[in-house]
């Protein structure tokens, strides 16, 4: 993601390095807010943002299919954050998180400091991280 996030989309989510973290109550808000503005969703993961370090779950993630050859953009950003938060959805009513803070030895208080970290993308920007990565 080379932009910034629109300011109601980007709203209550903390900014390590280049990746937004949304606290798990409002991140279906910020897919709301990135489907007005026309964006698409890749997808992303949970993780504990503590102060001194990350520790992040890979394993549990939410992620969109890829965008389908004729798929308009409309199309796909709209497809794409439904996919990514059924899946947010899916993962969150499943995941027994306190015991993921424990596979790290993480106290029970870290729930307080889980986030879900997204990617969001305009037209532009994904064909310009598509390029790249023909490269």
Not at 19 to 46: D, M, N, R, T
Request: charged fraction near 25%; hydrophobic fraction near 40%; aromatic fraction near 12%.
């Amino acid at each position: 993601m080379n932009f910034l996030l629109p300011p109601d989309v980007a709203r209550r989510a903390s900014l390590r390095g280049n990746e937004y973290g949304w606290p798990i109550s409002v991140f279906p808000e910020a897919l709301i807010a990135a489907k007005s503005h026309g964006l698409a969703c890749l997808g992303g993961q949970f993780q504990f943002r503590l102060s001194e370090s990350i520790y992040e779950m890979y394993w549990l993630n939410a992620d969109s299919t890829d965008r389908s050859d004729g798929e308009t953009w409309g199309d796909y950003s709209e497809r794409s954050c439904t996919e990514v938060l059924e899946k947010f959805n899916e993962v969150v009513s499943k995941a027994d998180f306190a015991k993921e803070a424990a596979r790290w030895r993480l106290n029970t208080s870290a729930i307080g400091s889980l986030v879900f970290v997204a990617y969001f993308e305009t037209e532009a920007s994904l064909a310009e991280l598509s390029a790249t990565r023909k490269t």
